[in-house]
């Protein structure tokens, strides 16, 4: 049984740390590429940070220089280390898992951290 399962959520003063994690289970973590990204109320899921299976990482624009991805396959883990957070960083954060093989394309979701950055 595949599972995501993110972690570190919680609130935070703008110009605060936080470090999201995210426990994967039930496929080969290795092979997969990881993302995270969020959605705040009444806004469309948007891409934060991607690192592929090789450990090639990116990032949107509104988060670069701010934000780092990492990985750690021994574990079957992908961290999310975000700095200097704005309030419009508030939103529920959710971790990705994705292949492309020449079965088909296999992609997984996490339930998500909400993550709320305020004074």
């Known amino acids: 049984q595949v599972q995501l399962v993110e972690s570190g959520g919680g609130l935070v003063q703008p110009g605060g740390s936080l470090r999201l994690s995210c426990a994967a289970s039930?496929?080969?973590?290795?092979?997969?590429?990881m993302s995270w990204a969020r959605q705040a109320p009444g806004k469309e899921r948007e891409l934060v940070a991607a690192?592929?299976?090789?450990?090639?990482?990116n990032y949107a624009d509104s988060v670069q220089g701010r934000f780092t991805i990492s990985r750690d396959n021994a574990k079957n883990m992908v961290a999310l280390h975000m700095n200097s957070l704005k309030p419009e960083d508030t939103a529920v954060y959710s971790c990705n898992a994705q292949r492309y093989t020449s079965g088909g394309r296999y992609d997984y979701w996490g339930q998500g951290t909400q993550v709320t950055v305020s004074s």
């Open positions: 690192i592929t299976s090789g450990g090639n990482t």
């Open positions: 039930g496929f080969t973590f290795s092979s997969y590429a």
